[in-house]
């Protein structure tokens, strides 16, 4: 039994009903990119972009979409790619295609988003076998796309993703604001401040 599956059954032993349960996936792409560049694995398209982070929800999306076609789904609703941390209209033109793309205001807002080319779905084309075969002699990115409890030989464990570097980074950037906004809470009720 994989992962999800674990905790679907769960939410179904305390009553959620199956048909209410959604699953996310949500590769980060700029976080692979940055973390494989620090690894002085600074893998780049032959425009000279970094591709580590499309070609991961590339592989994710084709292997879940397999799996939903083999019938590997014992849930109504396939799993929603929610494509996030893009940094560039680069990552959202190699990924037409996915179900949701969390996009920052900066490039939400830039001239080079306004002229992307939308008319054929890119998240489907194929990844250069080259650069694959290169993002793969790193370690943690080849045993990123396994999962143990799919009994995948050399897959990480429930340890090693829960400390997985880009689930560490990940979390402190999420904790951090949420951190930071109670203390400004607590400090304006602490102040005496109060709405006009």
Same mark, same amino acid.
């Given at each position: 039994?994989?992962?999800?599956?674990?905790?679907?059954?769960?939410?179904?032993?305390?009553?959620?009903?199956?048909?209410?349960?959604?699953?996310?996936?949500?590769?980060?792409?700029?976080?692979?990119?940055?973390?494989?560049?620090?690894?002085?694995?600074?893998? $780049?398209?032959?425009?000279?972009? *970094?591709? %580590?982070?499309?070609?991961? =929800?590339? @592989? /994710?999306?084709?292997?879940?979409? &397999?799996?939903?076609?083999?019938?590997?789904?014992?849930?109504?609703?396939?799993?929603?790619?929610?494509?996030?941390?893009?940094?560039?209209?680069?990552?959202?033109?190699?990924?037409?295609?996915?179900?949701?793309?969390?996009?920052?205001?900066?490039?939400?807002?830039?001239?080079?988003?306004?002229?992307?080319?939308?008319? $054929?779905?890119?998240?489907?084309? *194929?990844? %250069?076998?080259?650069?694959? =075969?290169? @993002? /793969?002699?790193?370690?943690?990115? &080849?045993?990123?796309?396994?999962?143990?409890?799919?009994?995948?030989?050399?897959?990480?464990?429930?340890?090693?993703?829960?400390?997985?570097?880009?689930?560490?980074?990940?979390?402190?950037?999420?904790?951090?604001?949420?951190?930071?906004?109670?203390?400004?809470?607590?400090?304006?009720?602490?102040?005496?401040?109060?709405?006009?």
């Amino acid at each position: 039994m994989r992962r999800f599956e674990i905790g679907i059954q769960k939410a179904q032993e305390s009553g959620l009903e199956n048909d209410k349960i959604k699953m996310c996936i949500s590769p980060f792409l700029g976080r692979w990119d940055d973390f494989l560049a620090r690894e002085g694995n600074d893998i $780049k398209d032959y425009q000279g972009n *970094p591709i %580590a982070g499309i070609y991961f =929800a590339k @592989l /994710l999306q084709k292997r879940y979409l &397999a799996e939903i076609e083999q019938g590997g789904y014992s849930f109504s609703h396939r799993p929603q790619i929610i494509t996030a941390s893009i940094r560039n209209t680069n990552h959202i033109q190699h990924l037409l295609g996915a179900d949701i793309f969390a996009i920052p205001p900066t490039v939400l807002s830039s001239a080079e988003f306004a002229l992307l080319p939308i008319e $054929k779905r890119t998240t489907d084309e *194929p990844v %250069a076998d080259e650069l694959l =075969a290169r @993002l /793969l002699e790193n370690e943690l990115f &080849a045993r990123s796309m396994k999962d143990m409890i799919s009994f995948e030989e050399g897959g990480l464990t429930l340890y090693e993703i829960d400390h997985h570097p880009l689930v560490v980074e990940g979390n402190f950037k999420f904790i951090q604001p949420y951190k930071e906004l109670l203390e400004l809470i607590e400090k304006v009720l602490t102040s005496g401040f109060t709405l006009p």
